[in-house]
């Protein structure tokens, strides 16, 4: 727990923070030489936050992973993750093949402008918390095997 606890949530914060540090001496140089800045970076913007959410998912699989495996357990859990994509890829082709031949008027309904763009805002939450659940679910698991592993 404690070595996720470095590498995930304080690794995030001190990159954060290098990254600020370093804007801001490089608009301090621009604004000296040049005259004009530019746009500060926001760490609480929501594509920030969105790709920090995915950094920690994607830790806890990589952490479960090389629990998980004894030898190549990098290149073996990407394995596994291309395999469960192409796997889900053909459960929602197959979903949406049955959908688009079953119900009648599914792609006028689904592809209306105004829908498409209400569906796309909640499609960011509905990914970010898909991987709060991943990684609620991961991390346990993973901190599970690695204390069985070590009895």
């Known amino acids: 727990l404690s070595a996720w606890l470095v590498t995930a949530p304080l690794y995030t914060m001190v990159v954060m923070a290098v990254l600020f540090l370093m804007e801001l001496v490089c608009s301090a140089i621009d604004v000296w030489l040049l ?35 004894r ?36 792609p006028e309904n689904v592809f209306d402008r105004e829908v498409f763009i209400e569906t796309a805002s909640r499609g960011e939450l509905m990914k970010a918390a898909g991987w709060i659940i991943v990684m609620l679910i991961f991390l346990p698991v993973g901190y599970y095997r690695f204390k069985h592993r070590q009895l």
């Open 71 to 106: 030898k190549n357990n990098f290149i073996k859990t990407i394995l596994t993750l291309v395999v469960a994509h192409i796997a889900l890829a053909m459960v929602f082709g197959l979903i949406m093949y049955l959908l688009w031949t079953i119900v009648p008027g599914f």
């Open 35 to 69: 005259g004009a800045g530019f746009g500060w970076f926001n760490p609480m913007d929501s594509e920030v936050l969105m790709k920090i959410i995915a950094y920690f998912g994607l830790h806890s699989i990589f952490l479960l992973g090389g629990v998980f495996f």
